[in-house]
């Protein structure tokens, strides 16, 4: 128990570090001292203005995304009791895609700004009814999975048959950038319109750490320990929907996360799934914090896109993580 | 005292009827085996009974909230899942999860007492994903001892353990008995059931067919008409004793 406050503990120092250098690292090339100065008094200068209106809404979103993602990996893994499940599965990140991708085509997002990150929220919305319709209230994860695969594999297709029909190349365009999923040039308006969607899934998913504990021991056992699989599937579903949906409307698609940051600490919390969620969270957050921190310092004038970023370092770790697993397995 | 009461339990499987009209009370005290062929419906009993089951009739268990129910009756599945590699301590800690919140000092001591029963002080902190079968079989029922129900409905317990361990965890349900705990165990080895249980349920093709003393049930009539077999069967001063010999017929 002391062992996991720790962790905890270390993981938001690690998270609050990695946001004080999100504010500090930037194309503008400020002094440390004097940007925070800005950013705290406020002189009304260009430098508040950088401060406040560029890097402290993209560093908060940040950790808004990344702890979303890790959240509900972590719990859509202690729900399947499968260390390859991801939030994506159940195919919102996929429908707020085909969302924006419409708001790009149509010329809406270029009408006006939060056109784009409503029309991918109307996305997750209408993929998470659907879900919720198909697999909610009766048959198990079996039947979750299915109904997952085959709304992501909907909206999938859909986004290509855009792409396809698309007349404009620009659009087009636009939208093979979005959909590589990045935090720049995003502002509070972002930060406000994803916030409480994100407290609001944070705070379903949170309290089901116990049910997910007992799920350790199979269906059947979890449901005669007086956890109740229904409500527990609904909670998930719609928690894992208003995270997922409200990330991927305001940054586009960032992979792995939601699939490596569960498993690279599912060892220190003891491998205990309730542990995992709140671990999970502040682990998701440092890596995207991070993960958005190296795209500024690798490339700086080429706008290396932070998904592509995760999937670069994601896909190896994983490996590796494949590779460990091998070797326990012998 | 009756921990549980079934009335005119019937379970369908879409059209046909996998449990039929099974009536049944058991007290505490009590080590109940159900014993019956494969298919002959004593896991749908037993999942019926605890509400997993949609069912007609009447279960006093499955009439209650999920939480009051957790504490009235352990369920241990016959299938042996762990799902993370996790320390037997902490898996068996699962048990307490309809005990509230906060793990205090009692059910630490009733972690402990589920623990020393199994034998398992020297698995405490191995991982259980990483024992072997039998090993995993005795750590899920301490889990299910650390739930501290008055009653424990286990499926096929003893399966695939070695003989000293079958013999070890019936002295267990035998233990716990002494102590007013009632159980239900679904056990294929007539021998050890006819020498260890106090009542025996015989089912048939999803019809309890006899509920009474061991050797009462296992008549060697009802032997060749439910397993088809004979069996040698004598009540010795060290209780019941029952081999099973040959076949009466092929199975079916």
Redesign the interface.
């Known amino acids: 128990m002391i062992r996991f406050g720790w962790l905890l503990a270390e993981l938001a120092a690690l998270v609050a570090v990695l946001f004080a250098a999100s504010l500090l690292i930037g194309p503008a090339g400020l002094p440390a001292g004097e940007s925070l100065r800005a950013l705290i008094a406020g002189d009304g200068g260009v430098m508040t203005l950088v401060m406040r209106e560029i890097r402290l809404p993209r560093a908060i979103l940040a950790v808004l995304v990344g702890g979303s993602l890790g959240l509900a990996g972590a719990a859509m893994q202690g729900y399947l009791?499968n260390p390859l499940a991801e939030p994506g599965l159940l195919g919102v990140s996929g429908s707020a895609a085909l969302g924006a991708v419409l708001a790009i085509q149509t010329g809406l997002s270029a009408a006006f700004v939060l056109a784009l990150p409503v029309a991918a929220l109307v996305g997750a919305g209408l993929a998470a009814v659907l879900l919720l319709a198909l697999a909610g209230s009766r048959g198990g994860s079996l039947t979750l999975i299915l109904a997952g695969i085959a709304i992501s594999a909907l909206a999938g297709a859909l986004t290509s048959l855009v792409l396809n029909l698309s007349p404009n190349p620009f659009a087009a365009s636009d939208i093979m950038f979005w959909m590589m999923g990045s935090l720049a040039d995003r502002s509070f308006l972002h930060v406000w319109l994803c916030l409480p969607f994100v407290l609001a899934g944070a705070a379903l998913l949170m309290p089901l750490s116990?049910g997910l504990?007992?799920?350790?021991?199979?269906e059947?056992?979890a449901?005669?320990?007086?956890?109740?699989l229904v409500r527990l599937r609904l909670r998930l579903v719609a928690g894992v929907a208003l995270l997922v949906g409200a990330t991927t409307a305001v940054t586009g698609a960032v992979g792995f996360v939601g699939l490596v940051v569960p498993h690279i600490l599912?060892r220190a919390v003891?491998?205990?799934?309730g542990r995992l969620l709140p671990a999970s969270a502040l682990g998701g957050a440092a890596m995207v914090l991070a993960a958005d921190i190296a795209v500024r310092l690798i490339l700086p004038d080429r706008d290396l896109k932070l998904g592509v970023l995760t999937a670069i370092v994601g896909a190896p770790l994983f490996l590796h993580l494949v590779f460990r697993t091998r070797r326990e397995g012998a | 005292m009756t921990l549980l009461t079934l009335e005119d339990l019937t379970v369908r499987r879409g059209p046909c009827p996998v449990v039929e009209g099974a009536s049944l009370s058991v007290a505490g005290g009590e080590v109940v085996g159900l014993v019956g062929p494969n298919g002959a419906g004593k896991t749908s009993l037993m999942r019926a009974t605890l509400g997993l089951l949609p069912h007609d009739g009447r279960s006093s268990l499955a009439e209650l909230p999920p939480r009051a129910r957790a504490r009235q009756v352990a369920w241990l599945p016959q299938a042996r899942e762990i799902a993370w590699p996790v320390t037997v301590e902490r898996l068996i800690a699962l048990g307490r999860v309809p005990h509230g919140r906060r793990a205090g000092p009692a059910d630490a001591q009733i972690i402990d007492a589920a623990i020393a029963r199994m034998d398992l002080d020297a698995y405490r902190y191995r991982t259980a994903t990483h024992l072997s079968g039998g090993e995993q079989a005795r750590v899920l029922l301490a889990r299910a001892l650390a739930q501290g129900t008055p009653l424990l409905i286990a499926d096929e317990p003893i399966a695939g353990l070695d003989p000293a361990h079958q013999i070890a965890t019936m002295e267990v349900f035998a233990g716990l008995a002494t102590e007013g705990v009632g159980t239900v165990v679904s056990i294929h080895d007539l021998g050890l059931a006819a020498r260890f249980c106090t009542r025996l349920v015989l089912m048939d093709r999803g019809r309890i067919v006899a509920d009474g003393r061991p050797l009462e049930v296992l008549t060697p009539e009802r032997l060749a008409d439910v397993f088809g077999i004979t069996a040698w069967a004598a009540d010795t001063p060290e209780g019941p004793v029952l081999q099973p010999m040959t076949l009466s017929r092929r199975p079916r």
């Open positions: 009791r116990r504990d007992a799920l350790t021991l199979g059947d056992a449901e005669s320990l007086g956890i109740s599912r003891g491998a205990m799934p």
